[in-house]
């Protein structure tokens, strides 16, 4: 059997680098040190930088020319809003966002059977046109076009379990019939979006599906959801690979964010997931971590999360 895939580019430790800030480099150094343990079973993926073109993909021209030239500029955030940014964060968000369409390949060519991408910045509140939160590039919606565009698969579905609702890849995708999108969030919280009722629009309609849920919600709730309704939604949508915006701040004690997910929960997901790869999508998962600030709690979810998808678990407990 393929193994997982590993993306660990040491570059993700140089964005923000010395600065006081939740979206910290030992956020890197803590995934990887928990992982270490598991890494004769991980297949290390190679870096890259995203191309302009790739980038394109998802962000306008317009975009990525004020990121740039923010970044180059000196400013200490970018323009289009409250995303932190150093001299160098450019280059490290395009290695983030290459390596993760390197776990893409890895995955769709068979070398991998999934795929567990350690970057950062990460991604998911970044739309087409603007920076947001702590995101620039939204690595896992690139993810997403390049595995249609490259690999010619017709429908993708991403999960996002992070504490804060995915708002740039729901809005990258909210006329699209071909991705479907999947969020539980915390309600009310950055970036206020994420209502229940916002369920796609156009052709798009129906492939939405967001679950606001109050402060101290966990695995009743989230497993709950895609339980009785992602599982479903996706048997009828059949796709072909699965994204996951893996954010762990939705786990208990996190500095951001007040769900109380454990680490068993974050195994239980994953689990749920891999049964819908398996039925639908050849086991095909590449999951990019989003968000996770409390270190030991990051490291610790994140460990949970990769020995499930290593170890092929399919069985789910009952809630």
Partial sequence: MPPTAFLADPICREHLAGREHPERPERFDAVVAALAPLSERLLPI?????????????????????????????????????????????EVAARAAGGVLNAVDAVMTGRARNAFCAVRPPGHHANAGRGMGFCIFNNVALA???????????????V??????????????????????????QWPLYPGTGRADETGAGAGKGTTMNFPFPAGSGRREILGAVEQS???????????????????????????????????????????????????????????????????GLASAAAAHVRALADQVHSLPRL
């Fill in 230 to 296: 992602l599982v479903p939604a996706l048997d009828a949508f059949r796709p072909e690979l699965l994204l996951i915006s893996a954010g762990f701040d939705s786990r208990i004690d996190d500095l951001l964010g007040s769900f109380t997910l454990t680490d068993a929960d974050f195994a239980d997901l994953t689990a749920a997931v891999q049964q819908i790869a398996a039925r639908h999508a050849q086991g095909r998962i590449v999951s990019v971590l989003e968000g996770g600030y409390n270190l030991s």
């Fill in 46 to 90: 190679e870096h890259r930088a995203i191309t302009e073109d790739e980038l394109l993909l998802c962000h306008t021209p317009e975009y990525l020319a004020i990121a740039r030239r923010d970044i180059a500029s000196g400013r200490p955030y970018l323009s289009t809003g409250d995303t932190d940014i150093g001299p160098n964060s450019w």
């Fill in 144 to 158: 997403a076009r390049y595995a249609q565009r490259r690999h010619g698969i017709a429908r993708v579905a991403i």
């Fill in 160 to 185: 996002d379990w992070d504490v804060h609702h995915g708002n740039g890849t729901q809005d990258i995708f909210y006329e699209d019939p071909s991705v479907f999108f999947f969020s539980t969030h």
